[in-house]
């Protein structure tokens, strides 16, 4: 799937999957009381593709938005919160996980507390996503070809 976000977001969003083995993904619609599944990221943004007809709230047009992001979903089954009520966000002082803004980080332990709440959904195939994952895993430790390293990775050990 594809999913795109705001600027602010963007930026912070590519610096994680950079970064990160796995950026996970928790989606809600405001006002719902749910969520509505999960995703890994599966790429960092970009811009200039075909037009994307979004399905957009009130009062948000699509150049408000950043680039396209690509996803695996892992889990399009909702999730009431009632449901998480217990899990509080360490990152979010301590608040209900189920209050934050577009973008707000879950601290590792309460996001995985979280998606194990969900159902598991049966029509997603979960192979081809950890097979994704797994190849991303292999493309980060490889040593890129070209010689020296940059400035970058030589200071990431």
């Known amino acids: 799937?594809?999913?795109?976000?705001?600027?602010?977001?963007?930026?912070?969003?590519?610096?994680?999957?950079?970064?990160?083995?796995?950026?996970?993904?928790?989606?809600?619609?405001?006002?719902?009381?749910?969520?509505?599944?999960?995703?890994?990221?599966?790429?960092?943004?970009?811009?200039?593709?075909s037009p994307i007809h979004w399905?957009?709230?009130?009062g948000m047009n699509?150049?408000?938005?950043?680039?396209?992001?690509?996803?695996?979903?892992?889990?399009?089954?909702?999730?009431p919160f009632t449901k998480c009520v217990h899990l509080t966000n360490p990152w979010n002082?301590?608040?209900p996980v189920k209050i934050g803004r577009d973008g707000q980080e879950i601290e590792a332990g309460c996001g995985t507390q979280l998606c194990l709440l969900f159902s598991a959904d049966d029509s997603i195939d979960l192979y081809q996503v950890i097979h994704k994952?797994?190849?991303?895993?292999r493309m980060h430790s490889q040593p890129k070809s070209g010689g020296r390293p940059s400035r970058r990775e030589a200071t990431r050990e």
């Open 1 to 49: 799937g594809v999913w795109s976000t705001l600027p602010v977001n963007e930026k912070k969003l590519n610096a994680a999957f950079r970064s990160a083995r796995s950026v996970i993904l928790v989606f809600s619609v405001r006002e719902s009381g749910k969520f509505q599944g999960f995703a890994r990221l599966s790429s960092e943004s970009h811009h200039g593709g």
């Open 55 to 58: 399905v957009l709230p009130a």
């Open 62 to 79: 699509a150049k408000m938005l950043g680039g396209v992001f690509k996803i695996n979903w892992i889990c399009r089954r909702e999730l």
């Open 133 to 137: 994952m797994r190849h991303k895993r």
């Open 93 to 95: 002082d301590h608040k």
